[in-house]
């Protein structure tokens, strides 16, 4: 089978995210189908960035096919963007005959964030009689509307929303990483029986291999556990959509008490957090420099309890799949989870608590809680959150589960 994946943010483990494309077109192609990543040059989520001095370029990491179109760099949210996406689906529309004729696709999935790829995905499919999947990771146009404050009748917004309608009107299946999605896709035009839910994963060799950790973060580790401190972790973005103002004034409430605290990545709004910390002087408080994937195993394996946290958003209603939590999960470490979502992963494994967000007194409660638990008890939820991913999110799982239903879609044009 061949398969051709749309996918504007594309990357891979030492590019960055998003990691999702190269995962499952991993594993596609260890069961003998080929394919085909079409991505951008440049994309705000990946820490480096495809070299092209071509308008269109093929390249090969780690055996997987990319198609790469040179877009325009960019920063923030605003028209430089905007710019960005629109050069890419400009070319996507432009490159679809050839890539029709050459790939010859027998299924399009189109899976940026942004729905706009399912123009270019639908004209493909049209040229080679493809099936058309579309995979939702957010929700556009809704997401900038609840998150951002646009008016539905913004011209942006309007563009969107047709593209959305258009997706649900045309795909032959829908594959969601929000589990509560579904009707808010019928309401838009989707046949109930082309949704499919298929969360985000993780890859269990990563967690095989024994990376060591950097020398000034283990010095720093065995600094605060000499003191008989229990090490609360989070890694990941610092944005304001991470909830992390919360986790410091808890930790200022409980600053008397025997716990450290260590933050590990980078996002708009660590400097404030820095400053914040230093403001409220916070002694056991850490900020670490971002790493690469593969060292944040042996890093989780640090920590005694792991945090996560989401501003409270109406958004979330329809579910999240956070990669955070999953590897949190699969580093078998109790969770503190403060997010209001339609579904919780962290209540249904019973590997933590789950607690309001945003809520200092919630989240000092439940840190004070957690902390007084036996190390039996705390093994204990940190072997159920590892053994719910094992059963449910690994990718050699999600994948099969991803290509049955391709398959399924290849027999019905059959026939």
């Not at 891979?12 to 991505?39: C, D, H």
């Not at 609360?232 to 004034?249: F, M, Q, R, V």
């Not at 409660?365 to 690994?394: F, P, Q």
């Amino acid at each position: 089978m061949n398969i051709l994946l749309i996918n504007h943010y594309a990357g891979s483990p030492k590019m960055g995210m998003e990691f999702r494309p190269y995962y499952m077109a991993r594993e596609w192609q260890k069961k003998s189908n080929n394919v085909l990543i079409v991505t951008s040059s440049f994309s705000h989520t990946r820490k480096i960035q495809f070299e092209t001095e071509k308008i269109f370029t093929y390249t090969e990491i780690d055996g997987i096919k990319y198609f790469v179109i040179k877009t325009p760099k960019y920063s923030g949210n605003g028209f430089g963007r905007i710019r960005n996406m629109a050069s890419f689906i400009k070319a996507c529309l432009n490159k679809s005959k050839y890539i029709a004729e050459t790939f010859k696709p027998d299924i399009v999935i189109s899976s940026s964030t942004y729905p706009l790829d399912n123009y270019p995905a639908r004209k493909i499919c049209k040229l080679s009689g493809a099936k058309m999947i579309y995979e939702v990771h957010d929700l556009w146009p809704l997401s900038p509307q609840e998150l951002g404050g646009y008016s539905k009748y913004h011209p942006f917004i309007m563009m969107m929303q047709a593209a959305e309608n258009f997706a649900y009107k045309h795909c032959n299946a829908v594959v969601s990483l929000l589990p509560k999605a579904k009707e808010h896709m019928i309401e838009h035009g989707l046949h109930p029986d082309k949704f499919h839910y298929v969360p985000n994963g993780v890859v269990i060799d990563d967690w095989k291999t024994a990376n060591d950790i950097p020398k000034e973060f283990r010095a720093l580790f065995q600094q605060q556990k000499s003191k008989e401190h229990k090490i609360i972790g989070y890694t990941g973005s610092h944005g304001p959509a991470n909830s992390l103002n919360t986790l410091l004034e808890a930790m200022f409430e409980l600053k008397e008490e025997p716990f450290s605290l260590f933050l590990i990545g980078d996002g708009p709004e660590k400097p404030k957090l820095i400053k914040t910390a230093v403001k409220l002087k916070l002694q056991n408080v850490f900020f670490l420099h971002q790493v690469n994937k593969d060292l944040i195993p042996p890093i989780l394996d640090q920590f005694d309890i792991l945090y996560i946290g989401l501003q409270n958003q109406p958004l979330f209603r329809f579910g999240i799949s956070p990669n955070k939590l999953l590897d949190y999960m699969m580093a078998g470490k109790p969770i503190i989870q403060a997010i209001n979502a339609g579904n919780d992963m962290v209540t249904e494994a019973n590997c933590g608590v789950s607690i309001e967000p945003e809520n200092v007194n919630k989240l000092t409660e439940a840190i004070i809680k957690m902390t007084k638990l036996s190390d039996d008890e705390l093994n204990k939820m940190g072997k159920n959150g590892n053994e719910y991913v094992l059963r449910n999110n690994s990718y050699n799982i999600l994948s099969q589960k991803f290509l049955k239903l391709m398959e399924k879609l290849i027999t019905e044009k059959a026939n």
